[in-house]
């Protein structure tokens, strides 16, 4: 059963707007949520996570929001660049590893 | 310097063979781990080792066995390949088990064909 949802699966956004990438979860237990960045031919790199305990957390451009009561947690990144282009993962700690959603793709463009 | 290597990057071989992927980390990290991104995209672990000890084996058929010779390295050894096995293979580390605020650091992949 997967824990973590990302039901979109592209995202185009032009730069210097806005990108929201959503991410819905099962389990209300996690302790830390968190989003990888991946491009391609490359392993997943950690970008931002968010503790159950906050609703919000900001590192420079990149801000991720977390709405527990609809489960919900979305990725921020304010004003998009041509270099954001890339796989997102949203993902939960489970204490042991990390379950991943399917990812979303983003394509800042020009 | 790599944080975390694997060998080979690539991999193509036929069904029914016994193949090695190869991890190591150079952070000093206690845990490792083994993840595999389908054909589907999705990025699932498939094991987690502390210290050098099994924690977590996701439901993962035992063809696939894990070794892990020091807390530096976690080797993958598939036997009996199939074609449902071809993939691209992570590896990742992290200081603490399940990463504290889950910051891993991956390595780039290893990519799975079985014909």
């Known amino acids: 059963d997967q824990q973590v949802k990302q039901n979109s699966p592209s995202l185009s956004v032009q730069e210097g707007r806005i990108s929201i990438l959503n991410c819905d979860y099962t389990?209300?237990?996690?302790?830390?949520f968190l989003w990888y960045k991946k491009y391609p031919a490359e392993g997943p790199t950690f970008l931002i996570s968010?503790?159950?305990?906050?609703d919000k957390n900001e590192d420079g451009r990149f801000t991720v929001f977390l709405n527990k009561s609809a489960k919900h947690l979305s990725l921020h990144i304010v004003p998009s660049q041509p270099g954001d282009s890339a796989v997102y993962f949203c993902?939960?700690?489970?204490?042991?590893?990390?379950?991943f959603g399917k990812g979303t793709s983003l394509l800042v463009t020009p | 310097d790599t944080a975390v290597s694997q060998t080979p990057k690539y991999l193509v071989t036929q069904m029914g063979n016994d193949k090695s992927i190869k991890c190591e980390q150079n952070?000093?990290?206690?845990?490792m781990y083994w993840y595999k991104q389908d054909s589907k995209k999705f990025l699932k672990i498939m094991f987690s080792?502390?210290?050098?000890?099994?924690?977590i084996n996701e439901t993962v058929p035992n063809r696939f066995s894990p070794k892990s010779p020091d807390k530096a390295h976690l080797n993958l050894h598939i036997n009996s390949l199939e074609l449902g096995d071809s993939a691209v293979y992570f590896c990742?580390?992290?200081?603490?088990?399940?990463?504290?605020?889950?910051?891993?650091?991956f390595g780039p992949g290893t990519r799975l064909t079985v014909t």
């Open positions: 952070l000093g990290h206690d845990t």
């Open positions: 993902g939960v700690n489970s204490g042991y590893a990390l379950n």
């Open positions: 990742a580390s992290s200081l603490t088990m399940g990463g504290g605020q889950g910051k891993q650091y």
């Open positions: 080792y502390n210290n050098k000890e099994l924690i």
């Open positions: 389990n209300s237990m996690f302790d830390y």
């Open positions: 968010i503790s159950s305990i906050k």
